[in-house]
């Protein structure tokens, strides 16, 4: 296995922000036909095409929760599939019960928070006056590289009888509605960042990431969305925004010849010119890097998680390092100050 860098990473997760960031840049492409919307129409912004086009267009967007909560959702699924945390509901709010019966903590999302779990470490929570944590995982809107003419579709919807017709007993039903959709393979470049965790809980949100496949509205008919990870940047601070990484690809891929709308973009020729344009940006930016991963080396990387993570002991050994290093943090700092109140 490829080694991070010991000073990539804290060795405990420090009570203060303490600069040890990790960046995982993803190129988000689109599988089917997701809905990144809000009130009923998909999520837009008008922004300049790219650094050297000046030209306005309008954009796609998909807002930061869009992102993160699916991927928290997914590392939820697997701490409660491995035995982790409990998987009975929560109903009563006055149930004071800390462990179901089994012993395992009642964890239940935005009800109930087990405040020492992977989870509530790395993405925060907050719980009224239980207390709150901030979220070690920052994330940003998305910007599509391709215009919002060239990236949606408008689609009729309805909802037939059991008969398969729109009309029953000499009745047609009303139920028609039409609804746009964002098309296959459009491009979202996305950083996502994560500050001061240690290594076993950056791998937990990197599994995540590569785990996720759902995203947005509707998610159990549509929104499949393929995460390819094309760096990791390890450094002592932030790196390119959203927006940035979407105008510079964007230049480059317009002097490529490779945006031919309404053509789909090829998602390798984008993501082999993200490659060039990191190592650029991440200089811009003036961060100290201690270790930046790209093409075989980031390949290397993923195939020995992806052959961890397939058999059932390595993904458990994974979530159990995870799960230490966030019970001591809590042991360390969050019960303690508790304690004092």
Request: some cysteine; aromatic content about 8%.
């Amino acid at each position: 296995m490829l080694a991070f860098h010991p000073q990539g990473f804290p060795v405990e997760v420090p009570a203060k922000p303490s600069g040890y960031y990790a960046h995982l840049v993803i190129l988000r492409v689109t599988e089917s036909y997701p809905l990144f919307q809000t009130d009923g129409e998909l999520n837009t912004a008008r922004v300049m095409a790219g650094v050297k086009e000046r030209t306005p267009i309008t954009r796609l967007t998909i807002f930061k929760r869009k992102q993160t909560t699916p991927e928290r959702l997914i590392g939820r699924e697997l701490l409660r599939r491995y035995g982790l945390i409990s998987a009975e509901p929560v109903f009563d709010s006055k149930d004071k019960r800390v462990e179901d019966e089994s012993g395992l903590p009642f964890d239940e999302y935005n009800v109930r928070f087990c405040q020492w779990t992977p989870d509530a470490i790395a993405y925060g929570y907050a719980i009224g006056d239980s207390g709150s944590e901030r979220s070690k995982v920052l994330s940003d809107t998305g910007y599509s590289v391709t215009a919002y003419d060239d990236s949606h579709e408008a689609f009729t919807l309805n909802a037939p009888y059991e008969s398969g017709t729109m009309s029953q007993r000499g009745e047609v039903t009303s139920r028609i509605n039409e609804q746009d959709h964002v098309v296959p393979q459009v491009l979202f470049p996305t950083v996502l960042t994560t500050r001061d965790l240690t290594l076993p809980l950056f791998r937990y949100v990197l599994n995540n990431v590569l785990r996720t496949r759902r995203y947005g509205a509707q998610t159990t008919r549509t929104g499949r969305v393929d995460n390819r990870l094309v760096a990791v940047v390890l450094c002592d601070g932030e790196i390119m925004s959203n927006l940035a990484l979407t105008q510079r690809l964007y230049d480059v891929l317009k002097m490529q010849g490779a945006l031919v709308p309404p053509d789909p973009i090829d998602p390798v020729v984008a993501a082999a010119a993200m490659q060039q344009l990191i190592p650029q940006m991440v200089a811009e930016d003036g961060v100290a890097v201690t270790q930046l991963l790209l093409g075989d080396d980031l390949d290397a990387l993923l195939r020995d998680l992806a052959a961890e993570t397939a058999s059932e002991a390595g993904m458990r050994a994974l979530l159990e390092a995870a799960w230490v290093s966030s019970k001591n943090y809590h042991d360390t700092w969050l019960a303690k100050n508790r304690a004092k109140k």
